[in-house]
């Protein structure tokens, strides 16, 4: 898929949610259905096809090309792993597994460059076919790049998406579809603009101290506002800040809002909880499709469920968007990105309690603006009582905002300096 179809489906949803949140609706039980599928009874590979046969219908497919080593994923929404498999042709091994509850993954491992040119299911939606070409290997890093491709059987042969117990549509008060942020600071278009997004918010509390009740989303919008107020004093940036009270902002949203701006630079602010008390101090987080370790991706996981509310996604994003793979486009503003995060790391050593390994990198949403260099500040533990009373209290946020303000300046001075 390229940047410009991405962009394209992202201000349609954008719209749709818009008019969903418009309206409130009422409360409705569902039923839930038992978990469907489709177990996989075969994958084989051979010169030109790979067929996956299920023992029931399935919900759909996406099919998309990893490298390091060069791999054929197929994820089956509605379906259950199975067991045999027959590889041959390119395909040098199939494996299988349950990426969640709903979707099974098989990966097709490559001898050489192969890539999927089409698929269908079978008329009774039971089996699945995939054309494989070989290719060269600039033609399969294309592949790559473009991300997944929907397979989607016919309509009276395709399982149910699971319901979920309940579904809620809540009213979503958005920034976007009411006008953008106020912008502090010079009234200059030249000077760089810097978009603060304080995590969380209205009925998202996002994670809670066991040490005093102190909520994340009033620590992390204390900090917004202190970082807002050093840089003004600077006179050299400008700031918006995606909330500058107590309300819910989708994720999407908060990007959405500093790419309107056509922001320099997003800094998103949290405070993150662990169940070891002992865990202390600040990490800088930048996007990556593969978390640096579990305790990223897990951490990614757990914040970009803010969008959810029992069970729906108010971001209109289903789980494809945080495995759309990162188009080459972004790799600029990825290094711009990790620039910025060493330099806030080195910043903020002298002023506060920093991690070992402290730049990691995993899937959050709030990070996927393709053109806006976007690092997520975790700032300390909430669980961790020394860090809980350093951020909670005006000094720490002082301390946390001298920091962020520092590396800000020195990351504009840098980037003027070699334009
Ligand atoms: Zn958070």
């Known amino acids: 898929m390229d940047e410009k179809n991405f962009w394209t489906r992202t201000t349609a949803r954008t719209h749709k949610r ?37 023992d029931d219908i399935v919900e759909k497919a996406a099919v998309f090309a990893l490298t390091g080593p060069d791999r054929i994923a197929v994820d089956v929404s509605g379906a259950k792993a199975g067991f045999t498999v027959q590889p041959g042709g390119p395909v040098l091994n199939i494996r299988q597994g349950q990426y969640n509850a709903e979707t099974a993954r098989i990966v097709l491992d490559l001898a050489e460059p192969a890539i999927v040119t089409g698929g269908t299911f079978s008329a009774d939606g039971k089996s699945l076919k995939l054309s494989l070409s070989s290719v060269a290997r600039t033609a399969f890093s294309g592949a790559v790049g473009r991300g997944k491709t929907q ?9 149910e998406p699971p319901k979920r117990r309940y579904e809620v549509t809540a009213p979503i008060r958005t920034n976007v579809a009411k006008g953008l942020p106020k912008i502090s600071g010079p009234a200059d278009a030249s000077l760089p603009l810097v978009v603060i997004d304080a995590g969380h ?12 009740g102190q909520r994340e989303k009033e620590v992390t919008l204390a900090i917004a506002k202190a970082v807002r107020d050093e840089m003004l004093k600077s006179g050299r940036v400008r ?67 803010a969008n959810i509310i029992n069970g729906v996604n108010l971001g209109g994003a289903d789980a494809n968007v945080s495995s759309i793979l990162i188009d080459l486009t972004q790799r600029e503003t990825m290094n711009v990105s990790a620039d910025f995060a060493k330099l806030l790391l080195r910043e903020a050593t002298p002023n506060m309690r920093i991690r070992g390994n402290s730049h990691r990198f995993a899937s959050f949403i709030v990070l996927k603006a393709p053109d806006t260099p976007s690092v997520l500040f975790e700032t300390g533990y909430l669980s961790n009582e020394t860090d809980v009373s350093f ?4 000094n720490g946020q002082q301390k946390v905002a001298r920091a962020v303000a520092n590396a800000i300046q020195v990351h504009f001075a840098r980037r003027i300096a070699t334009r």
């Open 18 to 54: 818009h008019m969903l949140a418009a309206a409130l609706f009422a409360t409705l039980p569902v039923f839930s259905s038992p978990a469907i599928g489709g177990a996989i009874q075969q994958v084989s590979a051979q010169d030109g096809a790979i067929i996956v046969q299920f």
């Open 151 to 159: 397979i989607v059987p016919p309509m009276a042969f395709r399982a």
């Open 201 to 212: 918010g209205g009925h998202d509390p996002g994670a809670i101290s066991p040490h005093g």
């Open 239 to 305: 700031v918006a800040l995606t909330r500058d009270n107590d309300k819910f902002v989708v994720l999407q949203d908060r990007y959405q809002i500093a790419r309107k701006l056509n922001a320099d630079l997003f800094i998103s602010i949290h405070a993150d909880s662990a169940e070891n008390r002992q865990a202390s101090g600040g990490t800088v987080y930048t996007l990556s499709e593969v978390a640096s370790d579990r305790e990223a991706q897990r951490l990614a996981a757990r914040e970009n469920k």
């Open 391 to 394: 951020l909670a209290s005006s």
